[in-house]
């Protein structure tokens, strides 16, 4: 049955996608909000629906991705201040995983940037108002840039027969994209960006529609040629991008939380000559070391399930740190997640115990992430 709306609030507060019809069609059981806007956080069961992206293909709306569009003669010089990563390695066409930073390196978001022309990028954001904080730097910085939140809605096609889904929607030359890479389409007059992206670890694609009054339509599009392939629509599945080592803000980081805490280092571009916020409190924090990291951490005993607040990490029977994802592993057939913790307890294999509401206390230790395919050979490959 289509999910009770009267179980959440409502109003014209809380934006509704441009998929959100079709969510409502097919199934959504239940939604959160994200980037203030409904998000269906699934249509089933969780565990069948994890089975189903490892075997089949899954469709999920994530127009929550609410994009912030830089553009103008100073588009590049402006979103290069916002990343420590380089952007002068970043071609038109391409896409990067980026984080934004805050003066003191904690993580304001944690997006993927598209640059779509020498000075015009898309933001796909996580549950944070970039949108704000980019206009508001940008009323200082003294560059000319036009900032907005255009008219893009993206949906993630997910699984090891997406290629043949998105194949058979836009061609040859969408299965011949690179990982973080992407075209720009037209579907019988449906504006669309293709990327080899997703969040989950597996083969899998983004496709940007470009007009939110063709939400119903594409999604028909895509589920009809995902039919021969087993196609079912889901929720992002935790389970998956747990394994996959895939943080998620909010829960995982936040703005408290800098760059290298996060254990993102890969996101800072060390030689980048450009400014960028937070340079010089990451340059410092580089040089003295961080207190505390997340780390992996397996937790022993039967299954728990996802857990809703952040569990506190004991040490001695002293509270240290704090799981901040867990989520039994079918596949693993073990408790798996992240915890942030003092420096001196994240070496490999540091034992811990961790307090689970209505559960009590559980042994654990400190395991590396991800927990599978850390060369990525799932979703570069196939």
């Known amino acids: 049955m289509p999910f009770d709306m009267s179980l959440i609030q409502r109003g014209a507060r809380l934006r509704r996608s441009a998929f959100f019809a079709a969510t409502q069609r097919w199934g959504a059981q239940a939604y959160t909000v994200y980037n203030h806007t409904l998000f269906p956080i699934c249509f089933g069961d969780l565990e069948e629906e994890y089975w189903h992206l490892i075997h089949h293909v899954t469709l999920w709306d994530v127009a929550v991705e609410r994009q912030v569009e830089i553009t103008g003669p100073d588009a590049f010089t402006f979103t290069n201040l916002l990343t420590p990563r380089d952007l002068s390695r970043c071609a038109v066409g391409q896409g990067k995983y980026v984080v934004i930073t805050a003066e003191d390196g904690g993580v304001i978001n944690d997006p993927v940037l598209l640059r779509l022309g020498e000075n015009h990028f898309w933001l796909a954001l996580a549950d944070s108002d970039v949108l704000l904080w980019a206009r508001g730097v940008a009323l200082h910085a003294g560059l000319r840039v036009d900032i907005r939140e255009p008219d893009v809605s993206p949906l993630q096609v997910q699984g090891p027969k ?155 029977g002293i509270a240290i740190g704090r799981v901040t994802s867990a989520i039994w592993s079918p596949r693993l057939r073990k408790n798996i997640g992240y915890a942030m913790v003092p420096i001196t307890h994240a070496a490999l294999g540091t034992p811990l115990r961790v307090l689970v509401p209505e559960a009590g206390e559980r042994e654990a230790s400190v395991a590396a992430k991800p927990f599978l395919d850390p060369e990525k050979r799932i979703p570069k490959g196939r």
């Open 162 to 316: 997406a290629k043949e889904v998105v194949g058979a929607l836009f061609g040859e030359d969408v299965l011949k994209l690179r990982y973080y890479w992407f075209l720009e389409r037209s579907l019988d007059g449906i504006p669309v960006v293709v990327t080899r992206t997703g969040w989950t670890g597996e083969v899998g694609y983004e496709i940007y529609l470009r007009d939110g009054a063709k939400g119903d339509e594409l999604w028909e599009r895509i589920m009809e040629a995902g039919r021969p392939h087993e196609i079912r629509p889901a929720g992002p599945s935790d389970i998956r991008r747990i394994e996959a080592g895939i943080l998620n803000w909010g829960a995982d980081m936040t703005l408290d939380d800098n760059v290298y805490e996060a254990g993102l280092d890969r996101l800072v571009d060390v030689d980048k000559t450009a400014d960028y916020i937070g340079k010089e409190a990451l340059t410092r924090i580089r040089a003295e070391g961080v207190k505390r990291k997340l780390v992996g951490v397996e937790i022993a005993g039967d299954r728990l399930e996802f857990n809703a607040v952040k569990w506190p990490v004991l040490s001695d």
